[in-house]
């Protein structure tokens, strides 16, 4: 047979690089895989520890339900370590962590189904005892959502669970708000959301604000701060404010506001009744507008408002300030309402009116006493 | 043909070399384990160093590097729990908004962990701990506090929580406060010890006027073994202003933060003093309180921190000694002459104006410009001094020998109606009296004793 010097370059090369990957491939055997490096059975609770009952509390109701690690006892790693911060106490954790369980995942899970939580909930919750307080600006932070998978919850240790209004307005409306946030980080809201407001958000002032900011169109003074933050504080505010919130709310989106000496009025008077006199404003605040006395109809409407004066025995009439900023707060505080229920519907699947009142309804059965003894009636 | 197979054989020895001795991945061990199993082993460890013999340890905790040091004394369970000890004015504030040091304990939990190399962390809030590391602005005493105030909202004291475990020897532990890196230092404490004697008792050293160091005093020093001094300021504060002394002060101050413990006093950090040329360095740190009251250095076993002779006490310019002469403060002829003193003055039917002496004083007279016993003579509210001007000499290491001179204010007046001031002021003039106080570091007592009688003797207290 006649074989080329070609063929013989072919099939030298050919045996030269099937010898190299024979060696490549044989020369490092396989080696059996030693012992894991990490301890085994770092995941089991130790039954003597002080906190085996909230440990495995924490396991068996967000860990293994939920994949969340619920971090009590902070390791400053986990935080910012820009700001000074302390742990939470034990017992302000466990109040804690049974409130975030009936009010925030059984009321979700109860809508949408603990799957629901399982895909989009946080994996971490940090509590931290203290605020986050800026050295710089001394402004305080309540909660924090980062990258769609952890909230951190700050100011435990000043929780007073068993007052309702405190823990609903410092807790459960962080809660709900952050929670908004993951939700948002994972599935955009629509663009139109923040066509609402556009122009009239104040991210350097919106602390300086009070309830005046409503009748620009916010449903708190945070939410002016910006677009995103807007749409997680309606979605907050709309589940957690009771009906009395939410309408005193939008009594003062409708008022008209005047800025009188760097305090906001939306009442004014005559003196003495004499309209040639220069107007005077009343402050809002609690002590100022409870001295109004309001008239109201058989139909409960207000006909008259008025402040007595004793020295002279007459009644000053008072004055709603007019409306004059063009903007119509309540229709741009529903039409973000409207928005949001949107996108909680066809983005989740899940109705934010049910939702609200399934919130509502574990807010009027909550009872602390009940819910610790998820944790501290185990044995 | 030839040349390629040569290349080629090349080529198959060069590749075969190079992959044969890519397996040669052995190398020599310098652990015998893996990093984590080690790390676990040194936290199991640490973890029974903290719970082993009672498991209880004296914390030396600094917050930060302008208030004094606090001491701690913590037991630490192997269920996770640690009791947390402590005497100091901030805990007293937060139990009843007072500004005396006070007592509290209470318990949270503790961890060892391996988040950034060995680290002992207070994860569970504690209020008489956790209250170095809250962000809440520092409250001020009495709206004067330097240390405290809006200006700290956001930061607090900035103390640690967390503290990287260095290094444990001979029952120590030293630690490194994880986010402001100061030392620390924690001693094992014997099992049995109550937490709240052995800090009332460490809070009795701390005492601003009764204690270590005294805010009575001008000053004190550090005295270094070459005899060169430095003056201490403030020392009462825990927050120690020094500088060599006939330097300028405000050029040449430091300022150390330092802790009062059972046995002393210990700096934050080494003090590097200067004796009295450049190439004369002391390095000192701890100090240990001797039985009359100085603190000798733990380091060079010389350098001493010490007050002002006793002598140079009691004649300093800007000091007001007194004496009421009754109970403890005087023994022998001087609480027998002045109580007939009084006797004398008081009674009218012999002479007396009716007034009682209440108290008597040495101190420094501006507008006479000399040293002066006045005796203060009071009746229904009133007072009137009767001044005796003295010069004085020290015959002897802490003696004195006064000289009277001169009579001003009431002093005629007294030493007429009275024979048995007379017979006082002889006593004092004519003899040399010993100095002696319970502390030469803090000496706000000090006793005048009549050489050769010590039945005689009066207490003077700044």
């Known amino acids: 047979m006649y074989i080329t010097m070609k063929k013989i370059q072919y099939i030298f090369t050919a045996l030269l690089v099937a010898a190299v990957t024979a060696m490549s491939l044989s020369s490092c055997g396989e080696e059996k895989l030693g012992p894991?490096?990490?301890?085994?059975?770092?995941?089991?609770?130790?039954?003597?520890?002080?906190?085996?009952?909230?440990?495995?509390?924490?396991?068996?109701?967000?860990?293994?339900?939920?994949?969340?690690?619920?971090?009590?006892k902070m390791p400053d790693v986990s935080?910012?370590?820009?700001?000074?911060?302390?742990?939470?106490?034990?017992?302000?954790?466990v109040d804690l962590a049974v409130s975030c369980k009936y009010l925030w995942f059984d009321a979700y899970a109860a809508l949408a189904g603990q799957e629901f939580l399982k895909n989009y909930g946080p994996r971490i919750i940090l509590l931290v005892g203290s605020q986050a307080i800026s050295s710089a600006t001394r402004e305080p932070v309540d909660g924090l959502s980062e990258g769609g998978v952890k909230i951190t919850l700050f100011n435990v240790n000043k929780m007073d669970a068993s007052d309702k209004v405190q823990m609903n307005e410092n807790y459960f409306h962080t809660m709900h708000r952050e929670f908004a946030n993951i939700l948002r980080q994972n599935r955009t809201y629509p663009t139109?959301?923040?066509?609402?407001?556009?122009?009239?958000?104040?991210?350097?002032?919106?602390?300086?604000?009070?309830?005046?900011?409503?009748?620009?169109?916010?449903?708190?003074?945070?939410?002016?701060?910006?677009?995103?933050?807007?749409?997680?504080?309606?979605?907050?505010?709309?589940?957690?404010?009771?009906?009395?919130?939410?309408?005193?709310?939008?009594?003062?989106?409708?008022?008209?506001w005047h800025k009188d000496k760097n305090v906001y009025c939306r009442y004014y008077?005559?003196?003495?009744?004499?309209?040639?006199?220069?107007?005077?404003?009343?402050?809002?605040?609690?002590?100022?507008?409870?001295?109004?006395?309001?008239?109201?109809?058989?139909?409960?409407?207000?006909?008259?408002?008025?402040?007595?004066?004793?020295?002279?025995?007459?009644?000053?009439?008072?004055?709603?300030?007019?409306?004059?900023?063009?903007?119509?707060?309540?229709?741009?505080?529903?039409?973000?309402?409207?928005?949001?229920?949107?996108w909680f519907r066809e983005a989740w699947g899940i109705d934010l009116d049910a939702l609200r009142e399934e919130v509502r309804n574990r807010q009027e059965a909550y009872n602390i006493e009940e819910l610790r003894q998820l944790v501290y009636g185990i044995q | 043909m030839k040349k390629f197979l040569n290349i080629s054989l090349m080529a198959l020895v060069a590749l075969s070399s190079l992959l044969l001795t890519s397996c040669l991945h052995e190398m020599d061990e310098v652990f015998d384990e893996d990093a984590v199993i080690r790390m676990n082993n040194a936290m199991a460890e640490y973890e029974d160093i903290?719970?082993?013999?009672?498991?209880?340890?004296?914390?030396?905790?600094?917050?930060?590097?302008?208030?004094?040091?606090?001491?701690?004394?913590?037991?630490?369970?192997?269920?996770?729990?640690v009791v947390m000890s402590g005497h100091n004015k901030w805990i007293q504030y937060i139990k009843n908004k007072t500004w005396t040091s006070g007592f509290g304990s209470e318990v949270s939990m503790w961890d060892v962990i391996g988040d950034n190399g060995l680290v002992l962390t207070f994860n569970s809030y504690n209020n008489y701990f956790h209250l170095f590391s809250t962000p809440d602005a520092v409250p001020t005493q009495g709206g004067t506090s330097?240390?405290?105030?809006?200006?700290?909202?956001?930061k607090g004291h900035e103390g640690d929580y967390e503290f990287n475990l260095m290094k444990y020897s001979g029952d120590t532990i030293y630690l490194t406060g994880k986010k402001y890196n100061l030392h620390m230092i924690m001693t094992r404490l014997p099992q049995n010890t109550d937490d709240e004697t052995y800090l009332n008792q460490v809070a009795s050293y701390n005492n601003t006027n009764t204690g270590m160091f005294t805010s009575k005093l001008n000053n004190v020093y550090i005295v270094l073994p070459d005899g060169k001094r430095w003056i201490v300021k403030s020392a009462a504060s825990g927050y120690m202003q020094i500088y060599p002394e006939g330097a300028d002060e405000v050029m040449t101050s430091e300022y150390h933060n330092f802790i009062i413990t059972m046995d002393g006093m210990a700096f934050r950090d080494v003090l590097t003093l200067e004796g009295n040329t450049p190439d004369l360095v002391y390095r000192v740190q701890r100090f240990v309180r001797q039985a009359d009251g100085t603190a000798l250095s733990v380091e060079d076993h010389q350098t001493l921190i010490t007050a002002d002779a006793l002598f140079d006490c009691l004649l300093n310019t800007t000091y007001s000694w007194t004496t009421n002469f009754k109970n403890d403060a005087a023994g022998g002829l001087f609480s027998t002459l002045a109580a007939q003193i009084t006797a004398e003055s008081k009674k009218t039917s012999t002479g007396g104006?009716?007034?009682?002496?209440?108290?008597?004083?040495?101190?420094?007279?501006?507008?006479?410009?000399?040293?002066?016993?006045?005796?203060?003579?009071?009746?229904?509210?009133?007072?009137?001094?009767?001044?005796?001007?003295?010069?004085?000499?020290?015959?002897?290491?802490?003696?004195?020998?006064?000289?009277?001179?001169?009579?001003?204010?009431?002093?005629?007046?007294?030493?007429?109606?009275?024979?048995?001031l007379v017979t006082l002021l002889d006593l004092m003039g004519s003899s040399t009296f010993e100095l002696s106080s319970p502390s030469l570091l803090s000496p706000v007592k000090i006793t005048m004793t009549q050489s050769g009688d010590p039945a005689n003797f009066v207490v003077w207290s700044l």
């Open chain 1, 269 to 342: 008077i005559y003196p003495d009744n004499d309209m040639s006199k220069e107007i005077k404003y009343i402050p809002h605040t609690e002590a100022e507008e409870n001295k109004i006395i309001v008239v109201r109809d058989a139909d409960g409407f207000i006909i008259q408002r008025y402040i007595y004066d004793g020295a002279t025995h007459t009644r000053i009439n008072v004055y709603d300030v007019e409306d004059e900023d063009g903007i119509d707060g309540v229709a741009a505080i529903d039409r973000k309402v409207q928005i949001a229920r949107q």
């Open chain 1, 36 to 72: 894991s490096i990490f301890p085994e059975g770092d995941d089991v609770l130790d039954p003597t520890s002080t906190t085996y009952q909230f440990d495995k509390f924490l396991k068996d109701n967000f860990l293994d339900v939920y994949n969340l690690t619920f971090l009590y």
């Open chain 1, 79 to 93: 935080a910012n370590m820009n700001y000074n911060l302390v742990p939470a106490t034990y017992s302000n954790a």
């Open chain 2, 146 to 154: 330097t240390a405290g105030g809006a200006s700290t909202a956001g």
């Open chain 1, 192 to 256: 139109e959301f923040n066509t609402v407001s556009v122009g009239h958000y104040v991210p350097a002032e919106w602390r300086e604000r009070g309830d005046e900011i409503s009748s620009e169109g916010f449903v708190s003074r945070y939410a002016s701060s910006e677009n995103s933050v807007d749409f997680a504080e309606t979605i907050a505010c709309y589940i957690v404010f009771t009906d009395q919130q939410w309408q005193d709310m939008l009594d003062f989106a409708a008022c008209g």
């Open chain 2, 353 to 420: 104006d009716g007034t009682s002496l209440s108290n008597a004083k040495i101190s420094y007279v501006d507008s006479l410009s000399t040293f002066a016993l006045t005796l203060n003579f009071s009746k229904s509210g009133r007072t009137f001094p009767a001044i005796y001007t003295f010069t004085a000499t020290s015959p002897g290491n802490n003696q004195i020998k006064m000289t009277f001179e001169g009579m001003y204010n009431y002093g005629a007046r007294y030493k007429s109606m009275c024979p048995s």
């Open chain 2, 50 to 81: 903290l719970t082993s013999n009672g498991g209880k340890w004296l914390l030396e905790y600094y917050a930060n590097t302008s208030e004094p040091g606090y001491n701690y004394v913590l037991t630490f369970a192997k269920d996770g729990t």
